[in-house]
């Protein structure tokens, strides 16, 4: 089947300008774009890994403390998954490095993660489209640096399903490809979740820092209720939260539930808030202080409405959460969300400029109180793609291409596709 039928409706998924910049937001000093790396823009038929595509996509990114920039991407003309490291100061450390080695399959939106408390320690994930038999091709991989990401260890591949892993599905004929989620604790803890074509939500541990994985273990969705765009946050004592959505149901609403660090329920799954509302691309984070901040795109017509932020927030470890409030006008979605030091919240928006449009560039919205009062969204400069370009996410607007260190230093990342001319990606840093 076709990879992500969601690239058809785009047009449906997109609305008005975002608000002008003003308040919290516009006080984020940005630096200039680093383009990390330009190619082809060929998409040729889908026809599974003998698809003839040559472009770059699926850029992620994680920072440390030190204001180090641990990037990731895709090249479809090599299948492979990328990775950089780059100084404060933008040096690039090493050449990027093929993370997937597996040039017979493609490899698609990854995520990156740096140990807490050893950033020599990073972490990649990533969809990659093996098909094992089943109706959809799809397994989660994983590999480590142990050295600062000049090398990886071979990869390990932790679903071995026939599910479809990596497909947040929101009906038969439409997805989002990038259904998973990476988060690191100190001490070598490591959880990830994922879910699958046919319904299943899925978490695996490591408590060796990634040099192996418990059994992963279904945790929710079915094939009637399929969840879709898992969240992690490590709470206290390693608490691990996770909220997600589902689809097939036009008024879809936020699941949550919470597990110990041996992925032990703590409480059953519940829908966290009931909405008029589609809720879509929930994404969570713990602060120093035990609150827990939530953040996701709602539209008021279904998966094919005018999407804008709403905003919840925890101060008791997720057993209840304040009524949600929106952080943004119509015209942005699909969030990723980071917190400093001080528990601030920052969220990074796809920025959905006309009607029938990909998404272009990306607006950021910040609090600067832990998340009592948020400042208007404003767009990130030089986060558009040259010429018009439209944002790059071919294979789904699962994306995370925003972080923020404990001193409030932000790294954001962004790709461009011009059919037949360019291909990009390339960073954006601020504080």
């Known amino acids: 089947?076709?990879?992500?039928?969601?690239?058809?409706?785009?047009?449906?998924?997109?609305?008005?300008?975002?608000?002008?910049?003003?308040?919290?937001?516009?006080?984020?000093?940005?630096?200039?774009?680093?383009?990390?790396?330009?190619?082809?823009?060929?998409?040729?038929?889908?026809?599974?890994?003998?698809?003839?595509?040559?472009?770059?996509?699926?850029p992620a990114v994680a920072m440390d403390d030190h204001g180090r920039v641990a990037l990731a991407w895709v090249d479809q003309a090599r299948r492979a998954v990328l990775f950089q490291r780059r100084a404060a100061d933008g040096t690039p450390a090493a050449p990027p490095v093929d993370v997937a080695r597996r040039p017979e399959t493609f490899s698609w939106l990854p995520r990156v993660a740096i140990a807490p408390d050893d950033?020599?320690?990073?972490?990649?994930?990533?969809?990659?489209?093996?098909?094992?038999?089943?109706?959809?091709?799809?397994?989660?991989?994983?590999?480590?640096?142990?050295?600062?990401?000049?090398?990886?260890?071979?990869?390990?591949?932790?679903?071995?399903?026939?599910?479809?892993?990596?497909?947040g599905r929101i009906s038969k004929e439409l997805w989002h490809n990038g259904s998973l989620d990476l988060a690191a604790g100190p001490g070598g803890a490591l959880h990830v979740a994922w879910t699958e074509?046919?319904?299943?939500?899925?978490?695996?541990?490591?408590?060796?820092?990634?040099?192996?994985?418990?059994?992963?273990?279904?945790?929710?969705?079915?094939?009637?209720e399929p969840a879709r765009g898992p969240s992690l946050a490590l709470g206290r004592e390693g608490t691990v939260h996770l909220a997600w959505t589902v689809g097939e149901d036009a008024a879809a609403d936020l699941r949550f539930a919470s597990f110990t660090a041996q992925h032990a329920p703590v409480a059953a799954p519940r829908v966290l808030a009931r909405t008029e509302g589609f809720s879509e691309s929930?994404?969570?984070?713990?602060?120093?202080?035990g609150r827990l901040h939530l953040v996701w795109?709602?539209?008021?017509?279904?998966?094919?409405?005018?999407?804008?932020?709403?905003?919840?927030?925890?101060?008791?470890?997720?057993r209840t959460f304040e009524p949600p409030?929106?952080?943004?006008?119509?015209?942005?979605?699909?969030?990723?969300?980071?917190?400093?030091?001080?528990?601030?919240?920052?969220?990074?928006?796809?920025?959905?400029?006309?009607?029938?449009?990909?998404?272009?560039?990306?607006?950021l919205v910040v609090s600067r109180d832990g998340g009592e009062r948020f400042g208007e969204p404003a767009a990130v400069p030089g986060s558009a793609g040259p010429d018009g370009?439209?944002?790059?996410?071919?294979?789904?607007?699962?994306?995370d291409k925003l972080a923020v260190n404990r001193h409030g230093a932000v790294a954001v990342v962004n790709s461009s596709f011009v059919r037949g001319r360019e291909s990009r990606v390339w960073l954006i840093r601020g504080g």
């Open 325 to 363: 409030r929106a952080i943004s006008g119509p015209g942005a979605g699909f969030p990723a969300l980071a917190l400093d030091g001080e528990g601030n919240p920052y969220v990074l928006a796809e920025r959905f400029e006309k009607p029938g449009r990909w998404p272009r560039g990306l607006v």
């Open 389 to 399: 370009a439209a944002n790059g996410n071919r294979q789904g607007l699962l994306t």
């Open 119 to 167: 950033p020599e320690r990073i972490y990649v994930l990533w969809q990659e489209i093996i098909f094992s038999g089943g109706s959809h091709g799809g397994d989660i991989l994983f590999a480590r640096s142990r050295d600062g990401g000049r090398s990886f260890e071979p990869p390990l591949n932790l679903s071995q399903s026939l599910g479809g892993a990596g497909k």
């Open 297 to 318: 795109g709602e539209s008021t017509g279904g998966p094919y409405g005018p999407y804008h932020l709403r905003y919840a927030r925890s101060a008791d470890g997720g």
């Open 1 to 58: 089947m076709r990879p992500a039928l969601w690239l058809g409706l785009a047009g449906l998924l997109v609305t008005a300008t975002a608000a002008p910049a003003s308040g919290f937001a516009a006080a984020v000093a940005w630096q200039s774009e680093t383009v990390l790396a330009t190619g082809p823009a060929l998409q040729g038929p889908w026809r599974q890994n003998d698809s003839r595509w040559d472009y770059l996509d699926d």
């Open 197 to 224: 074509y046919e319904g299943g939500l899925w978490l695996a541990r490591s408590a060796d820092g990634g040099a192996s994985f418990a059994p992963p273990r279904q945790v929710a969705g079915s094939d009637a």
């Open 282 to 289: 929930p994404k969570l984070a713990a602060d120093g202080r």
